[in-house]
């Protein structure tokens, strides 16, 4: 038999052994978790946004977030319904990514407040392809920047229904966050299928369960109600753009969407100032619920695909001696806008910015300072580091070929063709028919395409034509897209709009179309202009497009798109004399959301030097608008510029690539831009660039600020000032941490059971102690 005090001993460490589990298990007390409990879950958030009529979007009401037991609601059903609204306590609804609509989240929301307290999403891993007929999956309106929407007064025919299955959840307002679990899990939390485990290991959670239980908290916070200044119940775009601090300081809570459009010409600045050009466009975002979680596969990848296969076809049927673009009546320009899913921002304020006095310019930076050699302009409007739309401004364009949703096709072509659309408003755009029609006569069997010209009847759907349109109502000009009266694509702005509905082939002989199109718009009217042979010398190649693709829907790192950021960001510190610069994070998996104008985020800036009091130069401040009263001599030692968002690096680097044009003697090769220094360039054309592996001097890509023409910035970067209070004026707040995570809760009946087996620890410690005492003392007499 073992001594007592070896025996109170053993007895000590056992029900010291039982406390601790129990303890961990109750270690939330309604405010605060230990880190070991808490697992981050990886997810993509629904967020709270702002415009000139209001909020959208998801949050939670209160700084300290919310936290509720993990619920499951596997379907929606009258008894789900039921169940649910008899539930005792608020809960955090976990459910599939096929119950996501507007009917389910109002059903959440017409529930007492502090009985849904939050939402969490589990995205799906199976292929959506095999659900294209699932119901109101489009979580836009049926009028997408139409009626019901800020941006109505900016569209042509804002009553037509062009997305039927649109569930309209985009445009509501949801006092709870909603987010989306990854599929997948990863280094920074856990994924879809643990938290579903989670949350049907709870239960019903009106029957007695197994503890213990799951509850998520969440820290999605974006700001009060309203402001203190006014008692409607919603803020604006305008409210927390204007937000001073306690000591009346500008603190604004938020900032624009927005970031820089791209565009280019095969003539470069010359073609610009010589000739009218023809215009091939884009829109470059997208838009989903889950920001974060926005593939945008047919909404936008397809259409910026189609546009950069478009462009490399012409290039090398130019190089080959096919096409002579330099002797083509028209130019040839290409554009990709941003942010245009938000009230048409970036074509929007181009269109301005190109009509007469659209911009004000009263210090400009001298065409050999600026960056791409056209100039820079530093307004009251903001920076603008090119002027080259000057140039497109003065010569204009004669026609528009904008590109959109072409990655989804419908059923209404002749047997082995595919189906496309040509969209115009009310006057048939003849010449741009005609070479619609031109090319497609042109393909061969193998790539056929039959396209169908319809009049919208006085309704254009969105994409950057709207923009011109309403400018200019008698513009030739047309869309091409993948739909006819109404969207034929049910994932339209939704996180499922994903690759595997795009086909690498059928885009091929999209792209192999517009290029074709294209050149016989450059080409001039007339049967003479633009032949058979020069039509069909343009070729895309499926495996170049499946390549890009790739790259375009997984992974922006790729070697081919890192290579043209690399080489884009390389230039600007170049011309910056700067050795390192921060640079936007590639976002992963790929998103198309536009995301928020700042800084180094696409806020064009000026770096002003005064050379009057220091031969050296003085830094006297970094402005993104000319600061009003102040003397400004803009000169040569000032550098504008701006620092792109990835994909707007990538698509600049690949255009000045595409299009630009070198020296006099033969391409020079580069590493770097010091490489090009004695490059032989044409008269007047001294900025030279390294362009990925070659010298460019011709410089003939651009940025161009996409920005809501509502707003302006301010000198002061990252302040805006609201010009047009009408205008859609989008924002999104600022934040630092959110997130979701889930840990163990032992529940109040664990934790009077812990207390009760602690005061047992202590009585029997007390008791343990005393035979010990003993024992010793005794141990000591006999000694």
């Known amino acids: 038999m073992l001594p007592r005090a070896r025996q109170a001993s053993i007895a000590l460490t056992l029900l010291v052994g039982v406390i601790i589990p129990f303890s961990a298990l109750t270690e939330y007390d309604g405010i605060h978790l230990g880190k070991g409990l ?57 459910m599939p990514a096929s119950m996501l609509n507007s009917t389910v989240l109002e059903f959440l929301k017409a529930q007492s407040p502090a009985r849904t307290r939050g939402v969490i999403v589990l995205e799906e891993s199976k292929d959506m392809a095999a659900d294209f007929e699932r119901d109101s999956v489009s979580p836009d309106v049926s009028t997408p920047q139409g009626d019901g929407t800020p941006s109505a007064a900016f569209t042509v025919g804002p009553d037509h229904a062009w997305n039927p299955r649109g569930s309209g959840l985009l445009n509501q307002k949801h006092d709870f966050p909603v987010v989306l679990a990854s599929v997948d899990g990863d280094s920074t939390g856990v994924g879809a299928a643990q938290v579903k485990a989670w949350a049907q290991h709870n239960g019903g959670l009106r029957r007695a369960g197994p503890l213990p239980r799951y509850k998520a908290k969440f820290d999605f916070y974006f700001g009060p109600d309203s402001p203190s200044t006014r008692a409607e119940s919603d803020l604006t775009s305008a409210d927390c753009l204007s937000w001073r601090d306690v000591a009346g300081n500008p603190a604004p809570q938020c900032l624009p969407i927005g970031g820089q459009s791209v565009w280019g010409t095969f003539g470069g600045r010359t073609g610009l100032q010589t000739k009218p050009s023809v215009l091939l466009t884009t829109a470059m975002d997208g838009l989903s619920f889950f920001h974060e979680r926005t593939p945008a596969a047919n909404e936008a990848v397809a259409s910026i695909l189609t546009l950069l296969a478009a462009t490399s076809a012409l290039k090398n049927a130019s190089r080959a001696g096919a096409l002579d673009l330099d002797a083509a009546p028209y130019n040839l320009a290409v554009a990709f806008f941003q942010a245009d899913e938000w009230g048409f921002a970036g074509s929007r304020r181009f269109a301005r910015d190109i009509s007469p006095g659209g911009v004000d310019c009263p210090a400009t930076v001298p065409d050999n300072s600026s960056r791409d050699g056209s100039g820079a302009c530093v307004g009251s409007d903001g920076v603008y580091p090119s002027m080259a739309f000057k140039d497109l401004a003065e010569k204009g364009f004669v026609h528009v070929l904008a590109v959109d949703q072409v990655g989804v096709l419908g059923t209404g072509g002749q047997a082995g063709s595919l189906p496309l659309t040509a969209l115009y408003d009310k006057t048939p755009p003849t010449a741009v028919l005609d070479a619609i029609d031109r090319a497609a006569a042109s393909m061969a069997p193998s790539q056929a395409v039959m396209v169908t010209s319809l009049d919208g009847s006085g309704a254009l759907p969105p994409s950057p034509f709207t923009s011109f349109a309403r400018g200019t109502p008698a513009l030739s000009g047309a869309i091409l897209t993948g739909y006819g009266e109404t969207f034929i694509d049910p994932r339209y702005h939704s996180h499922e709009d994903t690759a595997a509905v795009l086909d690498p082939t059928a885009l091929s002989s999209v792209a192999a179309l517009v290029a074709r199109a294209f050149w016989k718009l450059a080409a001039g009217p007339g049967e003479g202009a633009a032949s058979a042979a020069e039509l069909e010398a343009i070729g895309v190649e499926p495996a170049f497009v499946s390549d890009l693709l790739d790259c375009l829907t997984r992974d922006w790192d790729c070697p081919a798109m890192k290579a043209f950021r690399d080489s884009e960001i390389s230039n600007l510190k170049d011309y910056l004399q700067m050795s390192y610069l921060y640079t936007p994070p590639v976002p992963r998996p790929p998103t198309y959301y536009a995301g928020v104008l700042a800084p180094y985020q696409g806020l064009p800036l000026v770096q002003h030097l005064d050379k009057s009091s220091h031969a050296e130069g003085v830094d006297t401040g970094i402005y993104a608008a000319w600061p009003a009263g102040q003397v400004f001599p803009v000169g040569a030692h000032d550098k504008a510029y701006v620092v792109p968002k990835p994909l707007e690096a990538f698509l600049r680097a690949w255009l000045g690539h595409t299009l630009g044009q070198g020296g006099e003697d033969a391409p020079v090769a580069c590493q770097g831009p010091s490489d090009c220094s004695d490059l032989t360039c044409d008269a007047g054309l001294s900025t030279r660039e390294c362009v990925l592996d070659a010298c460019v001097c011709r410089t003939a890509a651009f940025y ?37 995570a889930v840990f163990p809760d032992a529940g109040s009946r664990m934790e009077a059971t812990a207390l009760g087996v602690g005061v047992g620890v202590a009585a029997l410690s007390v008791v343990g102690a005393l035979v010990l005492q003993r024992s010793l003392i005794k141990h000591h007499y006999f000694d």
Not at 62 to 88: C, I, K, V, W
Not at 707 to 723: I, K, M, T
């Open 704 to 740: 161009h600020t996409a920005l809501d023409p509502g707003l302006a910035p301010l000198p002061e970067p990252g302040l805006f000032a609201v010009s047009d209070p009408a205008a859609p004026n989008w924002a999104e707040p600022n934040w630092e941490d959110i997130g979701l």
């Open 38 to 94: 808490l697992k981050e879950v990886t997810q993509a958030p629904c967020v709270r946004l702002f415009s000139s009529q209001g909020t959208v979007g998801c949050r939670t009401r209160s700084r300290e977030g919310a936290t509720a037991p993990l619920y499951y609601l596997s379907g929606f059903g009258e008894d789900d319904q039921h169940e649910y609204m008899n539930l005792e306590e608020g809960v955090a609804v976990v």
